[in-house]
């Protein structure tokens, strides 16, 4: 039987035990990991099982999602509508404006920003959308211990 090689990422604790494991059995690193991987999935999953390995990676695709657009929404900003506000700062030796400095203008009040308005209220919205799903995800994923507000922490 043929082999394939493709780069995996282990979480730091999984690769410790296969690492354990592998010098205690004096087993080779990629055998022990292929055998693991053909024991655990020689058992059918469960139904459950397997709705769970999909929200896990709908909550990591929709996590990465809101990472890139808060970047993106940040870069629009600073390199657009605010870009006058700083380099006034940086002509006038300031590290950042202060309350004494006056308002700053909202993007609403900023003439010939109204596309740039029109796309950050977009990502916002898909942030909003993203978040409600993950609430939805986690509730599922989650276990029901709640953290106790009144003795700082779980029963």
């Known amino acids: 039987m043929g082999s394939v ?27 022990l990991v292929n055998e693991a991987l053909c024991l655990y999935l020689s058992r059918d999953l469960s139904p459950e099982e397997r709705e769970r390995f999909k929200l896990v990676k709908e909550k990591n695709d929709l996590q990465r999602e809101n990472d890139e657009l ?3 929404l940040k870069a629009i900003l600073k390199h657009g509508a605010y870009l006058h506000d700083a380099v006034i700062d940086i002509a006038l030796g300031r ?10 203008l909202g993007l609403l009040q900023r003439p010939g920003k109204e596309k740039e308005l029109e796309i950050v209220l977009r990502i916002m919205a898909q942030r909003e959308k993203n978040t409600q799903r993950l609430v ?11 953290f106790d507000l009144e003795d700082g922490g779980c029963p």
């Open 136 to 146: 939805e995800i986690e509730d599922v994923l989650l276990p029901e211990e709640k």
């Open 95 to 104: 590290r950042r404006r202060t309350s004494s400095d006056g308002e700053r």
């Open 5 to 31: 090689r493709r780069g995996v990422a282990f979480r730091f604790h999984v690769y410790e035990r296969l690492e354990k494991l592998a010098r205690e059995t004096g087993r080779n690193f990629s055998d």
């Open 70 to 72: 808060h970047r993106d």
